[in-house]
């Protein structure tokens, strides 16, 4: 029951702040925090400066990896933003602390809710007693979580009325969002919304916009329309903004959603409830396979477990696709196999998962959700989608020698994603340059559309795209494959712009510990040592990846080089076919050599699971996941980079970017050295 909503006679409804309730403030200065904690002082928003609050709070922060093996959102509640450390590695909220501070709002600064879509972080603020988020921004799949779970948010100006006294009407804080968001606000989250469409109470139409030129999203939505035959289909239209019923193709969870998944389905539906197109659907083992194996993780392992048994108990029940662990060794990362195995072009893919965006580089319109929504759309087998906007790249020319599309996208992340142009937005990438590029690099791109704070990423369809698929698929048909692809239309609207990107002028990225915004070119980086070199995950764990690692430990090998003393190379394939790939190509024998630890397929480091995590804050790894939040793969400080630039880092020691020939004779640093100098930058 809602202390925040409340209904006047006439039926109005309005908010007003629990005068027994407070407000608490999440500020750059983390003892403030503290005190706000421990009941020591109240701050009034007038008092505030939006500047001096955090921004980009992400969900690793909030719920961390650990905080997440508890299904049931009453407990993860316990342990809320248990991912929030001070320059000591101390934990500003201790057990309990939001939950028993009495809290009714929380207040914090721009991109509330990056990262990942485990919709475990708004869990942890409701269940805490939550009624009222306040942010300048929210990242999208975050703000949809919210939403579902029927959370009101809002901004500064409306805390200063409600603090001041005021009530204000509730279609003030809905307004900027649809009809039917609104619908599902004032019901009180997805759930209860669901259940009006489901009798009746509730319908929605087919949109009414009429004839426009349309982006790739738009293609693929208005052919997935609820409601809309194939005439009506080919003469429809949509526009940013428009809320429709869209069918879903398939989807996946993996072991740390699950459990939550199956739980909310028992609890909505019955025991015995049914979903969609199993044979599109699908369960994963691999985001906690190595999770045993960590040894901060040790304490978990009966909550692991539980999860594992759970999602065995939701794939018996249900009949979707079954990728779990045999002799523990993983098919591999669900973003990746889904790509090789079901994501075809035009797809509308839905799954418990941020990186899902990652099927858009094969012409897919795909993103990750919560598990409320999930659950809700692998039962109907449609969902609810607001139209979003895009905005797009245009590629041209070729990237350099030594480049990748890891720079790419690091080089975006820091021009656009930080100024907020591609935050909510799908991010459609074409263009001649497009065609350079190979699918594993055009996956790169999609994969980390959501570290843009984007809805997701899609990449047009080419002969690249039906031949990739067309190898993978059984009895592939190139042609049939390219039938399939969803092109825009000229003169479709990007709200975003479109934005030129001459790849010949890309240059080797790093993003600096802390957000994968904090790009910079590494030439700019001076000398940073290494302790760890991680070669892995759903982004950087493909086929071309693994192509670039051997490139450079093949170079090195020849020069008499190996991984450097004192440092420790983890390689982590993305799935069973890129090892069997690697197998084939001679790849086990030439890491052997160089020193590399190969691992077998599945997360790990990445979301601090598995071989390759920090030990402590002073270790510094360099990386080619996709994320770089504190705590994320260990306490230690981690860079972001390329497969290239990882592993000649590894060799080096340091951060270093790739260049050919690098290794064929003596660095103007050994040559000092071997002289009994010290080497320079």
Not at 193 to 213: H, W, Y
Not at 545 to 564: C, M, S, T
Not at 633 to 652: E, R
Request: aromatic share 8%.
């Amino acid at each position: 029951m809602s202390n925040l909503i409340n209904t006047r006679a006439d039926g109005k409804r309005f908010a007003r702040l629990d005068p027994r309730k407070r407000v608490l403030f999440l500020t750059e200065d983390l003892e403030m925090i503290r005190r706000q904690l421990r009941g020591e002082i109240d701050l009034k928003m007038p008092d505030v400066d939006p500047d001096d609050l955090l921004d980009d709070i992400n969900t690793d922060m909030m719920t961390p990896a650990w905080v997440c093996f508890r299904h049931r959102p009453e407990d993860l509640a316990l342990d809320a933003y248990a991912g929030l450390f001070d320059d000591r590695g101390e934990r500003v909220f201790e057990t309990r602390a939001l939950m028993d501070g009495n809290f009714q709002v929380i207040v914090s600064g721009h991109r509330k809710g990056t990262g990942s879509s485990r919709e475990t972080a708004p869990q942890a603020e409701k269940w805490s007693g939550i009624e009222l988020a306040v942010a300048a921004s929210f990242a999208p799949i975050h703000e949809r979580n919210n939403i579902n779970l029927g959370q009101i948010l809002g901004d500064y100006a409306q805390l200063g009325r409600l603090q001041a006294g005021e009530e204000i009407p509730l279609e003030e804080f809905t307004e900027r969002f649809d009809p039917v968001t609104q619908a599902i606000l004032e019901a009180g989250g997805l759930s209860p919304f669901s259940a009006k469409v489901r009798s009746g109470e509730v319908t929605i139409p087919l949109p009414g916009t009429g004839e426009r030129p349309m982006t790739l999203a738009e293609k693929v939505v208005v052919a997935h329309l609820v409601g809309a035959d194939d005439a009506r289909a080919k003469s429809a239209f949509v526009q940013p903004g428009d809320s429709c019923l869209v069918q879903v193709d398939g989807g996946y969870s993996h072991e740390f959603t699950t459990a939550q998944v199956h739980y909310f389905l028992a609890k909505e539906f019955g025991a015995n409830y049914q979903v969609q197109n199993p044979a599109k659907f699908a369960v994963f083992e691999d985001h906690l396979l190595y999770a045993d194996g960590v040894e901060k993780m040790a304490p978990f392992s009966d909550q692991i477990q539980t999860l594992r048994d759970l999602q065995q108990e939701f794939q018996h029940h249900t009949g979707v696709r079954d990728y779990s662990a045999r002799n523990g060794v993983s098919p591999g990362i669900c973003h990746q196999v889904a790509r090789e195995q079901f994501i075809d072009p035009g797809d509308f893919i839905q799954a418990t998962d941020s990186h899902t965006c990652m099927g858009g580089g094969s012409n897919a319109l795909a993103w990750g959700v919560g598990s409320t929504e999930y659950a809700g759309l692998i039962h109907s087998g449609f969902t609810l989608v607001q139209v979003p906007e895009s905005i797009r790249f245009e590629l041209t020319g070729e990237l350099r020698e030594g480049v990748t599309a890891k720079d790419l996208i690091l080089n975006i992340l820091k021009t656009y994603a930080v100024r907020e142009e591609t935050l909510d937005r799908v991010m459609e990438f074409g263009g001649p340059g497009l065609a350079t590029l190979d699918m594993d690099e055009r996956a790169t791109l999609t994969n980390m559309a959501t570290e843009c704070s984007a809805k997701t990423g899609i990449c047009e369809g080419d002969d690249h795209t039906a031949e990739w698929l067309a190898a993978r698929r059984e009895g592939g048909d190139a042609k049939a494959i390219a039938d399939r692809f969803v092109t825009a239309d000229p003169g479709a609207q990007y709200h975003g712009g479109v934005h030129g990107i001459d790849l010949s002028t890309i240059e080797p990225m790093v993003a600096r510990p802390g957000d994968p915004t904090y790009g910079e070119t590494i030439e700019a980086l001076g000398e940073v040592a290494i302790d760890i070199a991680y070669a892995g995950s759903c982004t950087a764990g493909k086929e071309r990846d693994l192509d670039f690692y051997a490139l450079v430990i093949r170079e090195a090998l020849g020069g008499n080089r190996k991984v450097a003393d004192g440092v420790r190379m983890v390689l982590q394939f993305g799935s069973e076919s890129v090892r069997e790939y690697a197998r084939r190509q001679g790849y086990f024998e030439l890491f052997q050599q160089a020193g590399v630890e190969v691992i077998n397929p599945g997360c790990g480091a990445c979301i601090g699971c598995g071989p390759g995590v920090s030990s402590h804050a002073e270790e510094v790894t360099v990386s080619a996941i996709n994320r770089n939040y504190q705590g994320r793969s260990g306490p230690g400080k981690l860079y972001l980079a390329s497969p290239l630039t990882v592993a000649a880092s590894a060799v080096v020691g340091r951060i270093v970017a790739y260049r050919p020939g690098m290794f064929s004779f003596p660095t103007a640093n050994e040559i000092v050295a071997t002289q009994g100098g010290s080497p320079t930058t």
